[in-house]
């Protein structure tokens, strides 16, 4: 961008627009003033990377000047998102705990919540899941994975906290059942992928020896900060699944946040995908503060893609699959033997 219009902007409209941005979010304690913002903009460009044509930059109206202006504004609003919610997160570092989880722990579910339409297609649907309901009280596992209805699929994985999983055949589909579920099921296809994929590893040789000893748990992670695990300095970002692999004998647990997540239009900077670093940061904390005896916890981030690799964009050219992997983001279009293989190698 270039700096030596910033002259001509009106800082008077940058300074309000960041003002109502503070305001829509209830920041009632950040501070902005109009000439440090001004002073930041003009001492340092190293704050962020601008990609665009060169054409889009040049000036041949005031109107140009007007589009460089609304690019620094949008600029701006990023940042001053990250630097919020970097130092909220640093605050808030300083109270983490680690807790045991039982029955009572707000994320666990107790019972589905249904709300079905009176009518044929809701009493076709309430029959449906009387019958999978008989299933998973007699414990059968087996017929209860081939339950369906239309639109809907169940997924009886006793490696998650609790089942079966609902999952919609597409995320669209939630609207044409004639009922309502809490919580959702699952929608987004990379999400039904990653439990099937899992079960199967879970069950597959290899994924016997990458387990060992350990046991493996999955629960779905709420998305809501009363009940779900999230992370400030990620964008307040709250992963999809949280999975433990635990040594029953001497009680080290190794937990991981997971999140199956289209990449096609992310920008590889995006602070979710340094998650893998935050979360090690926490680790060295919470190790650090535990009780003398208490066995170790080791922490693991993991993006699941399923956008191929070939489909990327904004990873610039020396960009390669390896290099991502090592930051923890890893491929579904590989397979389950793989990808799971991959994220098990890193994790232990």
Not at 36 to 57: H, M, Q
Request: glycine content about 6%.
């Amino acid at each position: 961008m270039n700096s030596d219009l910033f002259c001509l902007f009106d800082w008077d409209r940058i300074y309000l627009s960041l003002q109502n941005h503070k305001i829509q979010r209830s920041w009632s304690n950040l501070r902005l003033d109009r000439q440090r913002l001004i002073d930041f903009c003009n001492r340092d460009s190293g704050w962020y990377t601008l990609f665009v044509p060169k054409a889009e930059l040049a000036v041949n109206s005031f109107a140009d000047v007007r589009k460089q202006e609304d690019i620094l504004l949008r600029l701006l609003t990023d940042y001053t998102d990250r630097f919020y919610k970097a130092l909220k997160s640093g605050y808030e570092g300083q109270y983490y705990d680690v807790v045991h989880m039982d029955a009572d722990h707000g994320s666990m579910l107790k019972h589905y919540q249904f709300e079905i339409d009176n009518n044929g297609d809701g009493q076709a649907y309430l029959e449906r899941l009387e019958v999978l309901k008989k299933l998973v009280a007699e414990g059968n596992l087996g017929e209860a994975s081939k339950w369906n209805a239309p639109h809907m699929v169940a997924i009886s994985f006793d490696r998650h906290l609790f089942y079966p999983l609902f999952a919609f055949e597409r995320d669209a589909d939630k609207e044409l059942v004639p009922l309502k579920l809490r919580p959702l099921g699952l929608g987004a296809p990379s999400e039904i992928q990653f439990v099937q994929d899992l079960k199967a590893f879970h069950d597959s040789p290899a994924g016997k020896a990458a387990i060992g000893k350990r046991s493996l748990y999955l629960l779905r992670n709420a998305d809501r900060g009363e009940k779900g695990l999230g992370f400030a300095l990620a964008g307040n970002f709250y992963p999809d699944f949280l999975l433990w692999l635990v040594d029953d004998a001497t009680g080290e647990q190794w937990l991981t946040f997971v999140d199956p997540k289209g990449l096609r239009n992310m920008d590889l900077t995006h602070p979710k995908l340094g998650l893998y670093k935050e979360v090690k940061t926490l680790e060295a904390t919470l190790n650090k503060q535990a009780k003398t005896g208490e066995p170790r916890l080791v922490l693991n981030a993991f993006v699941l893609s399923p956008t191929k690799f070939s489909d990327l964009l904004n990873v610039g050219d020396a960009t390669r699959k390896q290099e991502l992997e090592d930051r923890h983001v890893l491929f579904m279009e590989d397979g389950w033997d793989r990808y799971l293989g991959g994220m098990f190698r890193r994790i232990v």
